[in-house]
């Protein structure tokens, strides 16, 4: 059993929990904490070797925690996500064959495209694909039915497996930290269209990927993973793209199993991971 | 101030031991905590805020602990070194400049060499350079004079940097869990003489090195750290050879940087690392 | 249009081959040559931005070498593959994903297994799936299946995506060259069962994963692609494992995409590969 | 001997230069060739396995190619540098270790500051340190104090070992090419001050380094070599900016290696690095 909690910081908050644990005859398997001292605020990860009442637990901890303590007793057995993307492969396939053999760490309930590009490799894994065109439809109705086809599944998490479709602010507040996206990254970063093309013509030596969850400003939410992959002269702008669409594969399943297994912990812009 | 501790495991450990903090009122920056469920074996490090009077709060966590734990509370401001050479100059030089600038996290009392290739650049900077030539000397001989300077010197820990001799079993012993060796390391491993040549013949992709504790084997003892550096067919062998000084260089100064912070446990023939 | 030649070195060979492509007013896009001084041997791969008569432009650039060159105009468009899979699907499920989306640079013909285990993903892609099983068959009846199989197809290269059963010299002799196989490696090695038990039990840092083409010695040809991934005291061995199947796949798609493209020159048991 | 040449791309290039090579009789050790198709740019570099004379090979190269070729044969046998620094250690302490050892590729010819923190460790080395002081002084002055420095060593490259003054686009021209310098980079990038702070508060997983040449826009020259070190939450902004140090001293390292080696060809705002 895995139990998060953050919650401002005070002296004798691992006390508190543990020896609450302690009397449970809970056996700690390991434990993560962090504080950060800037934002006076506590993280802690704590993974059981046995199982409890979640309810219980969570009424006891509440007891040696301040009144602002967010707590998480492992809720599911096992995430419950709905995967959008448009027309790009790399990131779906990739959750496709682990959600197939059983290693997503998460059950896929649904994908929802708007074109349907993907639609056939969802029907050969049984995934129901449902394609939510925005043509001819402005941008509230189309998230009004895309929004209502992510509640009809109440998703733990919404997956952005490169969805090319900037959200509103709105639809976003709807689902406050439940949204992960991946984006390629670059050093130095390119402004505009074309970055690919922008960093053939700089000749950076990296490409990067960035995983993170989505607030308003769309590609500036807490990061939960990052990493790159090199490139050379050698490479055209076709190939820095290819080499950037393995890093995005690597870092989104990197980032969803972070999350799956209930290592990330957000606050404000920032995540704690406990790796 | 750092405590770091190990005891076999049982329910309530880290409440007990957290309990003690709080009492304390010493506030916890961050705490890493493992247990190996094989072993049954508890680990744990807690980086306070605060001071603390040692040795009173070393008594008070241990009537918490059962009678086999090793606790250490963070006993010295700053570990004390000595360190061991031959001929190859590159991690002496890494650990010297470090030195200098304070940023080693530890004081190199001395560097005692088989070899007087070393003894210029220790003088450069005011550090003490010793010979101990191993020519017309058995083996107990020279190691006898080894530790008499060591122990001279009280270090904590033993660095070999580079040090090409064997050291015996007796000499080991007498200095359990203190002795750090860095060394180079292949895939596959390659057995016998000219360890680069072979790696060349068979145009491995990757050399790497590992940061270990030196045991009775000398090059199987607990593993600190290992990374690894590409190489490709166009490197000779003296070019792997160049590759490996730099990755050599590298993982030793992260072992160091590691141990010097309280963040390695042993336990057997294996560490447990709070990065 | 790829060009790979490799032979015994003299002065002149560039000059030569690149006089005849001149002539034939072919235009290089990226050259790379090396030439192994130990083995006195000259490997080069040229680019060329057009397509030409290959049959004929081979005929010409065996005036300019020595008789022992081995000439290869990039002989097909797209190469042939034959999988071999037992249960393990991580590397099999890449494979089809890209092959699926046609970014694997090549056609999969079938996939053989000695279980049945994959079979359902291969029919979900329409790949058509051969189940040998080697129960109550000896080790030269189940190969003269294989090979029966493999042959029927005329692959360019046989992969074997976690093929877990060890090949008979006849058999690799029979496809010299052109069978690629994937494994983890360790740093030290580890002889013998359960490789991934005594890693954990050594606390080793590091998981990599060699990709190589077969020869005798199973685990021993020629180096195509190595890389690793980090591991800490917190992976169990069978976390271990699971990372160590993320580095698999990530090396065999490497190798593959580098064999796929003739970027990878063999010469004893060594490659040259012009990344 | 390196031959290095760059020009306007044609068919029969590399056939009319190592036509000249092998009426030389010299033997090509490797090749490396790239044309930069957007740019119709041809880059070459040879190794060769003997030396020749170097004005009379120039001189029949020329005859072989457009009237617009820069070609370097292989100048010096050993390239002079300035190094430029302020406060920060890191970097200038690596390369005095490697050039105190043979190793750097280079004669460094004096240090200059803007600070004396560095005059110590310079004179510890027999390195002769220049204190040119910004105060009361404007920037043009400076400069032409620094140039006149400068100039006295005829240096081949400038190195800007965490030199803190930006160079006025005069400077730079003074210099075109032949100044490096080592910075800092983040995904995202952070503009203004305080960088590190601010990664630190987006909580970024990666930490960068970028080595190029200086052009009129300080940090945004040709890039010749960029690598990260991953980073956590548990990392203070402090803690990052140890981290960045360490990549850029590794960066900066590997940047002129290959510069020394002759491997990096410029054009525009973009490198082919022959690696």
Do not use: W
Not at 118 to 142: G, M, T, W
Not at 158 to 183: C, D, Q, W
Not at 185 to 205: C, H, M, N, T
């Amino acid at each position: 059993m895995i139990v998060v909690i953050q919650c401002k910081d005070q002296v004798g908050l691992v006390a508190g929990i543990t020896g609450v644990l302690a009397k449970e005859q809970l056996n700690i398997v390991s434990l993560r904490e962090h504080v950060d001292k800037i934002e006076n605020r506590f993280f802690i990860r704590v993974h059981l070797e046995e199982d409890a009442d979640s309810q219980a637990l969570e009424a006891r901890l509440k007891q040696v925690l301040p009144a602002d303590a967010v707590i998480k007793v492992n809720p599911l057995p096992e995430k419950k996500v709905v995967v959008l993307v448009t027309k790009e492969y790399h990131c779906l396939g990739d959750i496709l064959i682990r959600h197939y053999f059983k290693t997503l760490g998460a059950q896929v309930q649904c994908v929802i495209g708007n074109h349907d590009t993907l639609e056939n490799i969802c029907q050969r894994f049984d995934i129901p694909f449902y394609l939510v065109s925005h043509d001819q439809k402005d941008k509230a109705d189309f998230e009004a039915q895309v929004s209502s086809l992510i509640d009809k599944h109440a998703p733990d998490y919404i997956i952005l497996a490169k969805f090319m479709r900037i959200l509103s602010p709105e639809f976003v507040a709807r689902y406050t930290g439940r949204i992960i996206n991946i984006h390629h990254s670059f050093l130095p970063a390119f402004v505009g269209a074309s970055p690919y093309r922008q960093a053939f013509e700089r000749g950076v030596k990296l490409i990067g990927a960035t995983a993170h969850f989505v607030t308003n400003e769309l590609d500036e939410g807490p990061i939960i993973a990052q990493q790159i992959i090199p490139v050379t002269h050698s490479h055209t702008a076709g190939d820095m793209m290819k080499a950037g669409k393995e890093i995005e594969t690597a870092v989104l399943a990197k980032a969803l199993h972070l999350v799956f297994e209930d290592r990330v912990l957000v606050y404000r812009n920032k995540t704690v991971v406990f790796e």
